[in-house]
């Protein structure tokens, strides 16, 4: 009999042969199975496949016994409970790298998006209300030399960091470790707010990164910058930040995560100085297929037998 798979949800690129071959797959339609669903037909799986957008916990895990494998699909594990799985003796995988350059290319797209007020002038010109174009109309901020700040330096802050100094942009980072990467200076979280006239935050949600830009220190960043987010909503007091962009204080937001995803504030929303996309940050045709490619990967080598290739460590 063959090993059941079950997968909570469709990945982009299909299948591969030699998983079907191996395993008998459940699940693995476009719409995520309810957990109901997973309960009653992933009762025998060894592996799960999940996103990550899909909570696994305890309560998940206590209905599928047999799991010994969590293959997800995305490099942020949050939505996943480390500590449970490590107790469980279940092995976690995800899929970094292969993302790095798609996201690190959103976050420069919405940083010169807010800075350059684009979308402002999209929704000016849909509207019907481009008429004078004065020496002072829709002006935005120079990108160009100015010092960008950027919080957790891993694979992909340090991409942003590469695309950004082709802009001449001076590069702060505030992380744990000294990244020893060349023409850009660590410092302290408060004194990169500061100073910079850009903030991108790549960090992944943790404990400690939780509400890291709290109202307080938002309220510290240097008058007129710029905010922009692509790791995870909950990193960001929204309403604080909403609050600034209201009152003027920051200039402009580039948002694509969210405290509590697909719902997006209402003030957030209607901030005509606030870029907003939906946590599309991986979202390209080669990068979601060479994601779902790496998950099928940790399926069929645990199949086969062979150690993961990216566990994830906690
Ligand atoms: C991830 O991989 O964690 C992203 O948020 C989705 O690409």
Redesign the pocket.
């Known amino acids: 009999m063959k090993p059941t798979v079950f997968a909570v949800r469709a990945l982009p690129g299909g299948v591969p042969a030699e998983v079907t071959a191996r395993a008998e797959l459940r699940g693995g339609e476009a719409k995520p199975a309810p957990r109901e669903r997973i309960h009653a037909e992933g009762v025998e799986a060894g592996i799960l496949v999940v996103?990550?957008l899909d909570r696994v916990d305890d309560a998940l895990l206590d209905g599928l016994p047999n799991v010994r494998l969590v293959a997800s699909?995305?490099?942020?594990?949050?939505h996943v409970d480390l500590p449970a799985m490590a107790r469980r003796g279940v092995v976690v995988t995800?899929?970094p790298d292969v993302?790095t350059d798609?996201?690190a290319d959103l976050a420069m797209a919405l940083l010169l998006a807010a800075a350059r007020r684009v979308c402002e002038g999209d929704r000016l010109i849909r509207a019907g209300g481009w008429r004078d174009a004065g020496p002072e109309f829709l002006l935005g901020r120079e990108v160009s030399g100015k010092t960008l700040g950027i919080v957790g330096f891993g694979r992909i802050g340090q991409a942003v960091a590469r695309r950004a100094s082709g802009f001449g942009m001076r590069i702060l980072y505030a992380s744990p470790r000294d990244a020893g990467y060349p023409g850009a200076t660590r410092t302290d979280l408060d004194a990169l707010l500061a100073t910079s006239d850009f903030v991108s935050l790549h960090c992944p949600l943790t404990d400690a990164t939780r509400d890291l830009l709290s109202r307080e220190r938002i309220s510290r960043m240097k008058p007129g910058a710029v905010l922009v987010n692509?790791?995870?909503g909950p990193v960001v007091d929204e309403e604080a930040l909403a609050d600034a962009l209201a009152d003027g204080r920051l200039f402009a937001a580039g948002l694509d995560?969210f405290r509590d995803e697909p719902r997006v504030p209402e003030r957030l929303r209607r901030a005509e100085n606030a870029v907003l996309t939906p946590?599309?940050?991986?979202?390209t045709v080669e990068?979601?297929t060479a994601?779902g490619r790496m998950v099928w990967d940790e399926v069929l080598r645990r199949l086969t037998g062979r150690p993961p290739a990216f566990p994830v460590v906690i």
């Open positions: 996103t990550y699909y995305g490099v942020g594990v949050n995800n899929t993302l798609a996201t692509t790791s995870r995560v946590h599309v940050g991986s979202g990068t979601r994601m």
